[in-house]
Structure formats: C-alpha cells, structure tokens
C-alpha cells in the first residue's frame, strides 16, 4: 500500500530529528569522553627538609564550568598533578574593593610551610571550600581563616 502524500512531510520531518539527535548525541559522547579539563600549576613549595611538596594548582573545565583552587603535597621529582590533595575551593580570587579580577588562584589563598612537616594554608572567610584535610602524606595541615 503506497504511502500517502501527505504523511510524507511530517514523516521525513521525523525523521531529519532522529538523525540530528543522533548525531548531536554521538558528538557530545565524543566530546566528553575526551578530557576537556586542564590544570594550571600557580606554586611549588618545597618543604624544609626537601621531603615534601605542596602544589598549588588551579583545575578548570571550561568556560561553563567554576574555577577549583586546589593544594596538594607531593613528592619532590615526581608529577606535580599526581598529588594527595588537601584542600579545594571553588571560584576565582575576588579583589575586596572592585569584585573578581580573574588573577591567579594563589590570589584566594596563602600557603607556607611552619616545618618540615607542616603547613598552613590561610583562606578568606567568604570561601566556598570543597575540600579540607588535617592530615596527608605525614603533613599536618593548619588552617587560618581570614575574617
């Protein structure tokens, strides 16, 4: 039984849709499975007693996406982003008196090291943090909120 012609538009419209979501779909599926996201190293600190490394990095995956502000410790020589982190904050450094300026993340926080085996990281109190750890790697971590 021959089709009728007037079904055949709105058919043909079906299915240009199907093909198209298709391929947007098959697209985005390739598109995410790729690693769109980067690492930006701010700061490598190394400790007293060379031992230790704290990284300061910034992760970021793209115009639609929060900048993480991230310190790590590492060991020394070995790949910076392979680290344990400690603490995450989410966003960009923000200037008190005009808003965000989109500097460094090291900008947000302050990290030093108080001895071989210790560090202190100091943050704004209007941080939103997504991570804070006590203890890594045979560190201890200090925090200091500034207010």
């Known amino acids: 039984m021959p089709l009728n012609r007037s079904l055949m538009w709105p058919l043909g419209l079906l299915g240009a849709t199907i093909v198209g979501a298709f391929a947007y779909y098959a ?3 390739w598109a995410l499975g790729h690693d769109m996201c980067g690492a930006k190293i701010e700061e490598r600190l190394v400790s007293p007693d060379s031992a230790h490394e ?3 990095y910034e992760f970021n995956c793209g115009a639609r996406t929060s900048f993480t502000g991230v310190v790590g410790i590492a060991l020394p ?8 982190s400690v603490f ?4 960009r450094p923000t200037r008190l008196d005009h808003g965000s300026y989109g500097g460094p993340i090291n900008a947000l926080f302050r990290v030093r ?15 939103t ?11 201890s971590i200090s925090y200091v909120v500034d207010r």
Request: aromatic share 6%; no cysteine.
């Open 27 to 29: 697209y985005m599926g």
């Open 54 to 56: 704290a990284v300061v």
């Open 77 to 84: 020589g070995r790949d910076p982003l392979k680290t344990t």
């Open 88 to 91: 995450r904050v989410e966003g």
């Open 113 to 127: 090291w108080l001895a071989p085996r210790e560090i202190q990281i100091r943050y704004p109190e209007a941080a």
């Open 129 to 139: 943090l997504l991570e804070r750890v006590d203890r890594a790697s045979g560190v």
